[in-house]
């Protein structure tokens, strides 16, 4: 069984369109993330929710709309796709909060034409 | 100052040698510290944590210095499947985030 799922794992378009990426954890988590790995590799974060609500909100255009229906989902929404999106955008989630374990979803690899 | 800094790398190793990694860390409150393992094109998972002066598993030793505000990670007997990045990851208890260092890469060859 998957633990952190996302959907798609692959997924390129064109400039200005909107995209949504989807993640799920089966963990019983209370928290979860959304991290950008650009293509020198470093991983930062963008969003954190705790039981659906939202804790962190780092300085990302307001172009991604995160959305949490439930504490299993946590959805990223991006709109007006620009150049500079194209990365590999990674969910994950935790026991309790940011100072337990980690567990990362496959990754979904953007690429904006 | 960064708030996690590591060794850039990469690191060239034969199989079977003894290889170091250090990462540095700017807040001096931070309690807990992470090493993730992640291979190419693969999501991060984690290695091993730290919470007191150090930890051990099997091959794999990381120590803490709060002192000198810096965490180690030594892995002994090389082996090629440890060819990854390795991520150092400190939270952030006054900014509620986990800082991810920008990892060292790791090649063993035989």
């Known amino acids: 069984d998957t633990a952190v799922s996302q959907t798609p794992k692959y997924l390129v378009t064109q400039m200005g369109n909107d995209k949504s990426i989807k993640c799920e954890q089966n963990?019983?988590?209370?928290?979860m993330y959304w991290y950008k790995q650009d293509s020198k590799k470093f991983l930062k974060i963008m969003f954190s929710y705790n039981n659906k609500e939202l804790i962190i909100n780092e300085t990302v255009p307001n172009r991604f709309s995160p959305k949490s229906p439930d504490k299993a989902h946590l959805n990223l929404h991006i709109n007006s796709l620009e150049l500079g999106d194209s990365a590999v955008y990674f969910c994950a989630s935790s026991q309790t909060g940011f100072m337990d374990t980690q567990y990362f979803g496959p990754g979904t690899r953007l690429t904006v034409l | 100052r960064k708030e996690v800094e590591q060794d850039p790398g990469p690191f060239n190793v034969p199989e079977g040698a003894t290889v170091a990694f250090n990462c540095t860390y700017s807040?001096?409150?931070?309690?807990?510290f992470f090493w993730y393992r992640q291979d190419c094109r693969k999501e991060p998972k984690l290695l091993m944590s730290?919470?007191?002066s150090g930890n051990e598993d099997g091959r794999f030793t990381a120590q803490l210095n709060r002192a000198s505000q810096y965490i180690s990670l030594l892995i002994r007997d090389s082996k090629l499947s440890d060819s990854a990045t390795y991520l150092c990851?400190?939270?952030?208890?006054?900014?509620?985030?986990?800082?991810f260092g920008a990892g060292t890469r790791l090649f063993v060859k035989a």
């Open positions: 963990l019983g988590h209370d928290t």
């Open positions: 730290v919470y007191s």
């Open positions: 807040n001096s409150a931070s309690q807990s």
């Open positions: 990851v400190v939270p952030n208890t006054g900014g509620f985030k986990t800082i």
